[in-house]
């Protein structure tokens, strides 16, 4: 059977080399900045990973709860005879009821395996949370690059509109081509106020992530990516820190460890103890001893049992393969996002000619409305390149969750 994320040994210094290089070129490739800040601060003090360490602690104690002996029961009898001669009886039973030895080492095996599973629930849960914060992160930095570049932007048109008032005053210039620059003004203003109402709702989810606290993201540079490995590498270190996928193989381990208690299980209880009993001034010390005949109790367990762990280690073979496919999709999206933005890039350092377009204009070699047409067009192209730098940054985000 294909297993893509079959891990071995001997991938295991591979592991280790690609995950080192990827931290720290994730990690250390740029300075702390603002989003490092709100993800720190987020990991401590968002409510969900609050409530999860309060329920991990609960669940470890619940699974080393029931792993030691049955609590000792003490009985009493007291017999009055009939007629008065035949005296009365008085009877005392200590004991001790216990399961075949074997049960109680292999119940806490068990429970030492459900007890390191609650790690990769909550390290999942972690990085749940922290990849939709560093998502709402990379569209705060997104916003706050359209803010610099619309800034930028009314301050020209601004500019454009005081100079061509003069133009319109001196009737060097028509009331049309005045309106047009009003029109612009007017536009950028609109953009950067529905900016302001998205930044502010990110802010507000950020919040929320954060326990209600308000946190800030001012960056204007996306968090620094590592080169991208070959695919297999990558792959490799994913499936090892996958904690979704750690956590199926603990699940796995639980199945067997399951079946291997029932067996014990099935093996007869027994019993010891002390017993007295006094009559007619006669005392009598004894042992007890007992023991059960299985013979119907947990008749169908151990086949339920079995069926199980195979739903177990079919499960895990299931997710192995769907998140090979999972991380190979991201893989190739960022792999062409990344390429596809490194072209837009080049290409519109070719097309960057507003200074060009300003003295044009000035000189008149082209009218207002062909000025207004070209530095649309200018504009669209930058709007694109903040785009698909978004969208790398998110694509980077979601296949590196991992390393979060």
Do not use: C
């Not at 990110?202 to 968090?223: C, E, F, K, Q, W």
């Not at 062909?370 to 930058?382: A, D, G, I, K, M």
Request: aromatic share 10%; no cysteine.
């Amino acid at each position: 059977m294909f297993k893509p994320y079959s891990l071995r040994l001997r991938n295991f210094e591979s592991f280790v080399n690609v995950a080192a290089l990827l931290l720290l070129s994730i990690g250390g490739l740029s300075a702390q900045n603002t989003l490092d800040a709100a993800l720190a601060q987020i990991e401590i003090n968002n409510p969900a990973l609050r409530t999860e360490r309060q329920r991990v602690e609960a669940a470890a104690k619940e699974y080393q709860t029931g792993i030691w002996l049955y609590n000792p029961q003490i009985s009493y009898d007291w017999l009055k005879g009939f007629p008065n001669s035949a005296g009365n009886q008085n009877d005392l039973t200590v004991t001790q009821p216990f399961d075949y030895p074997t049960a109680y080492a292999r119940r806490r095996k068990l429970a030492d395996i459900k007890t390191g599973q609650l790690a990769f629930e909550s390290q999942s849960l972690r990085q749940d949370v922290l990849l939709e914060a560093k998502r709402i992160g990379i569209q705060l930095i997104y916003l706050n690059k359209r803010r610099a570049e619309l800034t930028r932007r009314l301050r020209d048109a601004e500019q454009f509109l005081a100079n061509y008032q003069k133009k319109y005053d001196a009737r060097d210039a028509t009331a049309l081509d005045l309106n047009k620059a009003r029109h612009q003004v007017v536009n950028l203003k609109t953009e950067l106020k529905l900016l302001e109402a998205e930044a502010s709702e990110r802010l507000t989810s950020l919040a929320a992530l954060n326990g209600g606290a308000a946190i800030a993201v001012t960056d204007t540079l996306y968090p620094a990516v590592a080169a991208l490995p070959v695919f297999d590498s990558l792959a490799q270190t994913i499936a090892y820190s996958d904690p979704g996928l750690q956590f199926l193989q603990a699940q796995q381990e639980v199945g067997a460890a399951q079946v291997s208690l029932t067996r014990a299980l099935n093996l007869p209880k027994m019993e010891a103890g002390y017993r007295y009993q006094g009559i007619l001034g006669q005392n009598f010390h004894g042992l007890h001893l007992g023991l059960s005949i299985p013979l119907w109790e947990n008749k169908n367990r151990l086949a339920q049992q079995q069926l199980q762990a195979a739903y177990y280690a079919g499960q895990l073979e299931s997710r192995r393969n769907e998140r090979f496919y999972d991380v190979k999709r991201l893989y190739e999206k960022y792999q062409n996002l990344q390429t596809g933005l490194d072209e837009y890039r080049q290409s519109l350092l070719s097309l960057n000619n507003m200074e060009l377009l300003d003295k044009a204009l000035q000189a008149g070699q082209i009218t207002t409305l062909e000025y207004f047409v070209e530095q649309s067009l200018l504009y669209e192209s930058r709007d694109r390149l903040l785009e698909l730098e978004r969208g790398s940054a998110l694509a980077a985000a979601e296949l590196f969750k991992f390393s979060l």
